[in-house]
Nanobody, 130 residues
Framework: QVQLIESGGGLVSTGGSLRLSCAASGRTFSLYAMGWVRQTLAKEREFVAAIKWSDGITVYADPVKGRFTISRDTAGNAVVLQMNSLKPEDTAVYYC???????????????????????WGQGTQVTVSN
């Protein structure tokens, strides 16, 4: 099992930026991919971005493409989500997630599905005001 702790959420105005970090511990040698998923009260969990641990290939949800960037620090076992040009509709709890079983090959399809992830953080609130 991998333990995940997110940080960096907060309140920001429309057009602003936030940087979310996720520190992984435990069985980090088993990491295949990591992702960010967000959830509002009105919606189910929504995929945001994912990164393949070994080579840094990334995939993004269409609503955040061009505004958000996911990156990884393999030495520090951390993943970062840089969020720019934030909009009120980005308001949500953001969860860091880890795929440690590699049941599906990393692709633009498989790792958009939230059920491929095995371990989850507690979440961090991001609020974007008008």
């Amino acid at each position: 099992q991998v333990q995940l702790i997110e940080s960096g959420g907060g309140l920001v105005s429309t057009g602003g930026s936030l940087r979310l970090s996720c520190a992984a511990s435990g069985r980090t040698f088993s990491l295949y991919a990591m992702g960010w998923v967000r959830q509002t009260l009105a919606k189910e969990r929504e995929f945001v971005a994912a990164i393949k641990w070994s080579d840094g290939i990334t995939v993004y949800a269409d609503p955040v493409k061009g505004r958000f960037t996911i990156s990884r620090d393999t030495a520090g076992n951390a993943v970062v989500l840089q969020m720019n040009s934030l909009k009120p509709e980005d308001t949500a709890v953001y969860y860091c997630a880890a795929d440690t079983k590699a049941r599906v090959i990393f692709s633009g399809i498989g790792h958009r599905q939230t059920d491929v992830y095995d371990d989850w953080g507690q979440g961090t609130q991001v609020t974007v005001s008008n």
